[in-house]
């Protein structure tokens, strides 16, 4: 990519990420509701951190820190790199302000485009191919970020009993198809990424499996399909649970997804508030154990990543991201192979694992994937807060088994 | 008290919380950095609350809450009252927004004056004694939370690598005077206070004790003191420690007092940044762990809260509440009885019960302090940060043991 | 005391422990079944730890340790005396077996005597008065671990559903008569233990203490009294409760005392078994929390340690320890003041705290009492499992407010 | 297999397990180290639960379970069979007695012997298939316990400051042959077991899988190799762990291997006591985690459980169990492909999930191992306490990463 295409494209990511904490107030972005979920004021700066630390200690000439204690204030995890911030008081820190951290980010963009301007000039040109990689790393990255900010700022606005709303509510939909079963041969597949445009390095490298035949549902699954399964008591039998569920779900007191509200009606938390429950859109906000309880119970199975891969190759990447000033997954809307992209991630039976052949990228980026390789579980697809352009079917993202805040739904596979 | 003289006492009150949170940002009133402590917006809201809850509820034509979700979000523990919101999770609450706070404030202040008015016309007597008993309660109570609003907020900028400043740092100082010890006499002696004006209902009622002839010390344990205690290996002993407290040690993995800070030299966060620590001032923010373990190692004890009460008894309130810009205790400066009042509360080696014959208010008020009197211990005088004219010599502060974010000190005693 | 009868007294308590734990298997004696509790063979051989490590060790001549590793396993808490086997993992001794503890048992008492053989001869008579003192000591700690037998044993058999029984169940008892009140006139008065027989350090010094006039009742409050609490809804009105109490209750869930199984009747666990709930005899296994929270239900309070003192000084100190092969408290038999020993602790409201002028005995058993001073409670009198010649007026029991394993009851007292 | 075989085999497997058993005394049998272990007593109980549950329960005519409260007891885990005494509080059972017990199997043994004596007069064909099916699992089942009762023993004496023996101590061996690698072409294979002989549920169906081309060790990684990891600071270098395995080794502080010694020479805990680490024998009770690491730093990887299933396929199942009364991995003998059986477990970097196709097998004993397949990773092979004839190549055993008390060891793969 020439680096006046990557400086616009980094001009807008950039932008895309300010605009999404446009209407918070400085107090939104600093809190933070568990230690899995970070202030948005720290990804603000985090995703900046990032640029400064990979690419202008590398390319700016007399490179000097913005600040030096923002080396360990924002770096997430890169033992490389150095000390970190104890990641459950990231919410504490209300000093730098959020007007600092805009300055920071502020600065960082004006020497990251004077580092692309001397690029352009020419001079080393493998060095300027590891810019760009890593640049573009940097913007994936900061994608990424961006659909945290949306789930993160979800989670907390969901402890607050006022419930505060970010975007518009969802209004109620339409009768979603009925679901159908697409049937899949088996055989020897590849899976994977080809290396021939950007990836994450996990995707890599494509390679080869052997999938017995299977099928595959049209469709996510519904808030209707799910409550069958609620007013089934599904969470009151452990013969639907695996063992490690059954104990999470006693333990955390769970009788309905996360982000549902009983009462007269059922009502569910959406970033524009409390909403009345839309029978008719995807469920969302379910762990793996409650999205393996509910295939249990439906005489079905998740997909292992390999069988989703394949059969979601010729579907398009779809996206909503915000639109009409919504962020919620769409109801189905015919009732062909619909929701593989753009709606919620779709939790696999697959464990994070490396791909055969898997070599981390060198360096302190090497840290970004491949050390989380162990007792998580694989979604695949992407979800309403995914951004316009970040998807791809070869994409892999992956959370613990209890994870619930994340736009993570359910879509059925069978033998 | 008359009607206007508490009206302007009232606004005094409410205009020095709002002087002291004045220097901070919506962010750092917004953040809550342990499950003990509260964000300043909430002791905003709270103080408001409780004029709301138990004056304007009651005497109020046509009382009408000015939020209904504020009666539980800012009710802190009165069950009477309701429900309320769960202490660890204040630092989530980013709406309200500190201006819908200062919104509450203003509209609570509003009506209050209105009620002080319309009483100042006269009518039911009775029940103007409770309005101005009630009202003075929560001008108390008020003053409390300012406290609380610089120990909570020390407590946050101390978990912040940046080491903020919320006011001038401290001065060293001359060198203390040597320590002497008080002889006091034993004897049938009255403790607690005498109901003729305003106290809260644990100091009453005043009562016979009986006290063994005892000696006090001059002035509190000075930071040079304590540093030769940890010098001598004082933490590494269980000899000098309660057998909990060595636990309590040991779990935390105390060296040293709570906000120092090891290096070349010692430092010491306060609130003014972090600073050299002056060897002459008073160790502040020890638990009753460490002050009984240096106690005993000093061969000598802490007093019990009628012996301190006995000797306090004649000694003036002394106050330097934020004079010159610094909230610090400050070093004794003569060879008097010394530091009774103003610099730091000092622990005793009473346990918070009540006193014989104790009775707690009447209604909900009631549950302000006597519910509390079980595995707390009673700090005597005043701290630095105690606002003016706060202090008595009757107050009884409380604590559990192993509390430090307060200006907790100690001044020793011997049989 | 000369050595003779010493001597006898040492191998009639020794032998009674022995005779406790008779009943039960290798089994029993080895299990823990929490922190706070120890196993038999633990107490067994902790109890022997004690004469050898603070006698043997100083008076017998070439004195070798019976097994160099007990010193370690089986010191409780005495940091002077070196390294202890951590409290949790004392039921993981299964090694040494138990037959290795009684001959442990059985070599050091042999030592025992043949130390107050060669002391009879003569010799240095000041340091015979330390043998005997401490030899003294050792046979009323053991006593106290006689109880401890009882009571952690209790707790271990209420864990097993068998519901195992240790003795023969109590029969149910006549009515008991009406509570009545003993007005107690206030005044100087003195407390302690004037040092000129056997006692604890924690007893002394007798000293003065000003009491106000108060009123004690009659006997202890009985299941019956307690049940019209529970049915009452005590346990589900936090107004009763103190602060911490109520949390306690919240997260131990607790609805009824320790030992109380709901049902079609109320049954109680006791040392014979599941048997129904005697509403004439004492309610036992109460928490400091739930006797407060009882006594504030009641319209009265619980008893300082002086007014019990106080009261309990002319009472004769009564024990049915065993008797006719049972262990839990009798009902009370006449309206007379009754059941001060023998029955149940009884709480005080008194936090545990050296006397005026309390020195600690000098050496390692200085570390038996003193260092335990903070966040305990004061419990009076004796309970049924208590042994026979070990109870006095002065003897202060203490345990903290959250402990229920002990035999521990409610003495009402009104101002 | 006909019934008479089949009562012989299990007359031979219940008596092995009284045979592990033998050594040991009541005391040893009843104590539970932690919640993952269990007490031998309770592993001889739940064996013959098992057997009264699904055999008894359903071919004894006018069945009458030994004890109604065992089937509480003594349930693992079947939720399908009803309430299950609490896991934790295993080693608190000390009633009944371990002669109650012993009854017990007597009782059943003689039960189940009369069952197979009236199956084989005849009758219902398929119900003695599913007899003799249900028989076998058992005896698989309680074999599986016999490698529990020596790794949970070995763990409760490993807390033991005695350090007792259980057998024998190994002895120093010969030097191990260097490592070699074999190289595996890869392709489509099959794995699984066929289902003609005994199996597990989870080792089905046999299925067709792609495997990229491989190396895989020669032999087990040995003490030497993994104490040049531990002296080349593998345990202070976060780069060589997941990032969940360096959180758990920072929370574990753990700087080798769980039953290392360290000292002036490396000791290691066998079952035969504490021993001098042996450098040739191979590494055992290392995590998942460790073993990454291990592999990590090595310049390898851990094998997926198909690649070691493929190589296995042709080696002989071998075993040394209780060889001349030790218990404890030998080192390699040869520079041949070794030590696939009868000495470790061997990580694998595969999940444990199921295989494609898979069923649980139906009632109760479907519980047996489908609710696991989640967070734990499966490890291939036998180990030096697997009893004879026990182990398959197509076998899964599954444990959470961070579980080192059984025999676990490495052998590593490179692409």
């Known amino acids: 990519m020439d680096t006046r295409t990557l400086a616009q494209r980094y001009l807008a990511v950039r932008e895309q990420t300010l605009a999404l904490a446009a209407p918070l107030s400085a107090e939104d972005c600093c809190a933070q509701s568990m230690a899995d979920a970070s202030p948005v004021k720290w990804h603000l700066a985090h995703t900046t951190w990032f640029f400064e630390t990979f690419i202008l200690e590398r390319w700016q000439p007399d490179f000097r820190p913005f600040h030096p204690a923002f080396r360990v204030l924002f770096n997430s995890y890169y033992n490389a790199v150095g000390d970190k911030h104890p990641r459950p008081q990231r919410g504490l820190l209300t000093r730098p302000p959020l007007t600092a951290v805009r300055e920071y980010r502020n600065d960082v963009d004006r020497r990251i485009l004077a580092v692309l301007d001397a690029a352009e000039g020419g001079g080393k040109r493998r060095d300027d191919a590891a810019l760009s990689d890593l640049l573009t790393l940097g913007l994936h990255h900061e994608q990424q970020h961006q659909e945290l900010i949306l789930t993160d700022l979800k989670h907390l606005f969901s402890r607050n009993p006022l419930a505060p709303a970010y975007s518009k509510p969802p209004q109620i939909s339409e009768r979603a198809p009925e679901l159908s079963w697409l049937e899949c041969p088996g055989g020897v597949a590849e899976i994977g990424h080809r290396g021939d445009d950007f990836c994450f390095d996990n995707e890599t490298?494509?390679?080869?499996?052997?999938?017995?035949?299977?099928?595959?549902?049209?469709?996510?699954?519904?808030?209707?399909?799910?409550?069958?399964?609620?007013?089934?008591?599904?969470?009151?039998?452990?013969?639907?649970?695996?063992?490690e569920g059954w104990d999470w779900r006693v333990a955390e007191n769970r009788h309905h997804p996360l982000y549902w509200h009983p009462g007269e009606r059922w009502q569910e938390i959406t970033l524009g508030g409390l909403s009345p429950l839309d029978l008719e859109r995807p469920v969302v906000h379910v762990s793996y154990y409650e999205a393996d309880a509910f295939a249990r119970w439906a005489e079905a199975r998740l997909p292992s990543e390999a069988e989703w891969e394949l059969a979601a190759t010729t579907q398009p990447v779809e996206e909503h991201f915000g639109a009409d000033g919504v962020f919620h997954p769409r109801a189905a809307s015919d009732?062909?192979?619909?929701?593989?992209?753009?709606?919620?991630?779709?939790?696999?039976?697959?464990?994070?694992?490396?791909?055969?052949?898997?070599?981390?990228?060198?360096?302190?980026?090497?840290?970004?994937?491949?050390?989380?390789?162990?007792?998580?579980?694989?979604?695949?697809?992407?979800?309403?807060?995914t951004p316009p352009g970040h998807a791809r079917v070869t994409y892999r993202n992956f959370f613990p088994a209890s994870a619930c805040w994340q736009f993570s739904g359910i879509r059925l596979a069978r033998d």
């Open 205 to 243: 490298p494509r390679h080869r499996v052997f999938i017995e035949p299977f099928q595959l549902a049209s469709r996510l699954v519904t808030n209707r399909e799910y409550l069958e399964f609620v007013d089934a008591g599904g969470y009151a039998d452990p013969r639907f649970w695996l063992s």
């Open 335 to 385: 009732s062909g192979m619909r929701q593989f992209f753009g709606d919620a991630w779709q939790w696999t039976q697959s464990s994070y694992a490396p791909y055969p052949g898997f070599r981390a990228s060198a360096g302190a980026v090497g840290e970004y994937n491949g050390k989380f390789m162990v007792n998580q579980y694989v979604l695949r697809g992407s979800s309403c807060v």
